[in-house]
């Protein structure tokens, strides 16, 4: 429950409306309760009367209650009515959007005028994207340095996991997100070219309905529910010397399953590797097993390798994309494929030998 302060709820009439508004009554619908009322609650409408230069008006404001159907956060709720506001007064017999607004936390009402996009600034931080030292690596310049900075994202994780939060719903629009998410795997799935030679439709297919099965098998591990970042990779991160490192654009929300960051940051290891040899060897087979058993070790989640295949799946058919990554030689897009489709056949994922999912 939200407490609006009534003498806001007048000045934000006087912002949003042109002329002098003065506030006369608010109360349920049906019902106006001259009194005022102090609570303003998520999902219920309330009337509100008003005078404008003198003329009497009613109108209605509201705000969404959260709920399990995508509705968790404020975020989710205020893209709903972003999209009320915007499309409402387009539709013929449809009532007249007036205004869009937030209510900040002291329960003071914010209009938000006009708008069409919206930004975010950030505070700038001084580093090297870590993408870069992967391509040194690729072209022959391994250092000690390089494992221990694969220990340090481990050990950090293992910080950010460890937090959990007990919300079956939460955990179960995770992963419904990552089936069928526009960003990601539907999603993804749908972005490639049509039909696409390297990987013919009756793949797809099978892809998909392996990945049917592997949502009913999640169900069972919504206890794992965690915080985390959402998209670890190495374009995310900035490196600075000694190893300090700092990292970007955080994804899908606050809590998850942590075998989505794991995933993300390792399977960026088999790419790099495969521009070597149509498996996992070297330098990129050291950082990954490294990657792996540090955090295996500080976390002691021997249970993230019986969920993590489809997460794979999704960040592999991302790596693997003509669209994001156009300049892939054909056999790297290809071992991504077979990992993509071998990785779900296994109940539990085997992550020291990997190269039996290359095949």
Same mark, same amino acid.
């Given at each position: 429950?939200?407490?609006?302060?009534?003498?806001?709820?007048?000045?934000?009439?006087?912002?949003?409306?042109?002329?002098?508004?003065?506030?006369?009554?608010?109360? @349920?619908?049906?019902?106006?309760?001259?009194?005022?009322?102090?609570?303003?609650?998520?999902?219920?409408?309330?009337?509100?009367?008003?005078?404008?230069?003198?003329?009497?008006?009613?109108?209605?404001?509201?705000?969404?209650?959260?709920? /399990?159907? %995508?509705?968790?956060?404020?975020?989710?709720?205020?893209?709903?009515?972003?999209?009320?506001? @915007?499309?409402?007064?387009?539709?013929?017999?449809?009532?007249?959007?007036?205004?869009? %607004?937030?209510?900040? $936390?002291? %329960? $003071?009402?914010?209009?938000?005028?006009?708008?069409?996009?919206?930004?975010?600034?950030?505070?700038?931080?001084? %580093?090297?994207?870590?993408? +870069?030292?992967?391509?040194?690596?690729?072209? =022959?310049?391994?250092?000690?340095?390089?494992?221990?900075?694969?220990? !340090? *994202?481990?050990?950090?994780?293992?910080? #950010?996991? $460890?937090? !959990?939060?007990?919300? #079956?719903? +939460?955990?179960?629009?995770?992963?419904?997100?990552?089936?069928?998410?526009?960003?990601?795997?539907?999603?993804?799935?749908?972005?490639?070219?049509?039909?696409?030679?390297?990987?013919?439709?009756?793949?797809?297919?099978?892809?998909?309905?392996?990945?049917?099965?592997?949502?009913?098998?999640?169900? $069972?591990?919504?206890?794992? +529910?965690?915080?985390?970042?959402?998209? *670890?990779?190495?374009?995310?991160?900035?490196?600075?010397?000694?190893?300090?490192?700092?990292?970007?654009?955080?994804?899908?929300?606050?809590?998850?399953?942590?075998?989505?960051?794991?995933?993300?940051?390792?399977?960026?290891?088999?790419?790099?590797?495969?521009?070597?040899?149509?498996?996992?060897?070297?330098?990129?087979?050291?950082?990954?097993?490294?990657?792996?058993?540090?955090?295996?070790?500080?976390?002691?989640?021997?249970?993230?390798? !019986?969920?993590?295949?489809?997460?794979?799946? *999704?960040?592999?058919?991302?790596?693997?994309?003509? @669209?994001?990554?156009?300049?892939?030689?054909?056999?790297?897009?290809? =071992?991504?494929?077979?990992?993509? @489709?071998?990785?779900?056949?296994?109940?539990? *994922?085997?992550?020291?030998?990997?190269? /039996?999912?290359?095949?």
């Amino acid at each position: 429950m939200i407490e609006m302060n009534l003498d806001n709820l007048e000045q934000f009439l006087n912002d949003i409306l042109p002329g002098e508004v003065k506030l006369t009554g608010i109360g @349920e619908i049906g019902s106006l309760d001259e009194q005022g009322m102090k609570d303003f609650g998520y999902g219920k409408p309330m009337l509100i009367s008003y005078e404008q230069d003198g003329q009497v008006k009613e109108a209605v404001i509201s705000a969404m209650r959260g709920d /399990k159907y %995508g509705h968790q956060f404020y975020w989710d709720r205020a893209a709903i009515l972003m999209f009320q506001y @915007e499309t409402g007064g387009k539709m013929e017999r449809h009532v007249r959007p007036i205004a869009l %607004g937030y209510i900040n $936390k002291q %329960g $003071k009402l914010i209009p938000v005028r006009e708008p069409k996009e919206f930004v975010i600034v950030n505070e700038k931080v001084e %580093g090297r994207d870590y993408f +870069l030292d992967l391509e040194r690596i690729k072209k =022959g310049d391994f250092r000690p340095e390089d494992l221990e900075l694969a220990k !340090k *994202f481990a050990r950090w994780l293992a910080r #950010v996991h $460890k937090e !959990k939060k007990d919300d #079956v719903d +939460l955990y179960l629009r995770r992963v419904r997100q990552l089936i069928g998410d526009s960003e990601c795997i539907w999603g993804l799935i749908d972005a490639y070219p049509y039909p696409y030679e390297h990987f013919k439709e009756q793949r797809f297919i099978a892809l998909e309905k392996k990945l049917i099965d592997w949502r009913w098998k999640l169900r $069972k591990f919504t206890h794992r +529910l965690s915080v985390v970042h959402g998209d *670890f990779h190495p374009w995310n991160v900035l490196v600075r010397e000694g190893g300090e490192f700092s990292v970007l654009d955080r994804s899908r929300g606050e809590w998850g399953e942590p075998a989505d960051d794991v995933s993300t940051m390792s399977c960026n290891y088999l790419l790099y590797g495969l521009y070597d040899q149509p498996k996992l060897a070297g330098p990129f087979e050291k950082l990954y097993l490294t990657f792996w058993e540090e955090y295996l070790e500080y976390t002691g989640d021997e249970e993230i390798l !019986k969920v993590i295949a489809p997460f794979y799946v *999704f960040r592999g058919l991302v790596i693997a994309s003509p @669209e994001w990554y156009p300049n892939h030689p054909l056999q790297v897009r290809e =071992g991504l494929f077979r990992f993509i @489709e071998n990785v779900l056949e296994d109940e539990s *994922f085997d992550y020291r030998n990997i190269n /039996k999912y290359m095949s």
